[in-house]
T-cell receptor
């Protein structure tokens, strides 16, 4: 595997379900991100982890719970979601915010549908 | 607060022709970075080109170049010799130099016709 991978690619869940999205980066990066991409809206940054520590929580509802056990893995735990949470969830990673450009590399995303 | 605006929801271009995608942003910072990302139908977002605000010279990457106008807060992307594989959503993004936070525009869908 190379780059940033995400599983599953598609997920359909009911409002009472609990599920998790997984992201793995094979780039040796130290920062990882969760974004939400909804139609006709800008990508919304949800969470940032730097060296496994959460450095940004962009006022995300508590029904989204991130977990970063190490610099290579990032999870997004989902519970009691709403239909408006249906979106494409993108994971990204970057080397270190101290790097000049700190380019973010994105995964293919998980298309989430909440029924 | 910083914002990024892409005023063209959709653009189209004939193969081999040139197209320019617009992006404006609002910030009170003087030191920042600007990016153009491409998201093909397969969804994986990839970086096309980037620019540091303090550099006056416009960035160029092969067929892709930018027109960076700092005073006007404008950062347009020019694609020369357009190819069918250039068809995608293009997102303009901004980041101040001391944060991780990328701020994206709403995107421009580019269609390329043979």
């Amino acid at each position: 595997e190379t780059g940033v991978t995400q599983t599953p690619r598609h997920l359909v869940m009911g409002m009472t379900n609990k599920k998790s999205l997984k992201c793995e980066q094979h780039l040796g990066h130290n920062a990882m991100y969760w974004y939400k991409q909804s139609a006709k809206k800008p990508l919304e940054l949800m969470f940032v982890y730097n060296f496994k520590e959460q450095t940004e929580n962009n006022s995300v509802p508590s029904r989204f719970s991130p977990e970063c056990p190490n610099s290579s893995h990032l999870f997004l735990h989902l519970h009691t979601l709403q239909p408006e949470d249906s979106a494409l969830y993108l994971c990204a990673s970057s080397q270190d915010m101290r790097e000049t450009y700190n380019e973010q590399f994105f995964g293919p995303g998980t298309r989430l549908t909440v029924l | 607060a910083q914002t990024v605006t892409q005023s063209q929801p959709e653009m189209s271009v004939q193969e081999a022709e040139t197209v320019t995608l617009s992006c404006t942003y609002d910030t009170s910072e003087s030191d920042y970075y600007l990016f153009w990302y491409k998201q093909p139908p397969s969804r994986q977002m990839i970086l096309v080109i980037r620019q540091e605000a303090y550099k006056q010279q416009n960035a160029t990457e092969n067929r892709f170049s930018v027109n960076f106008q700092k005073a006007a807060k404008s950062f347009s992307l020019k694609i020369s010799d357009s190819q069918l594989g250039d068809a995608a959503m293009y997102f303009c993004a901004y980041r101040t130099h001391n944060t991780d936070k990328l701020i994206f525009g709403t995107g421009t869908r580019l269609q390329v016709f043979p």
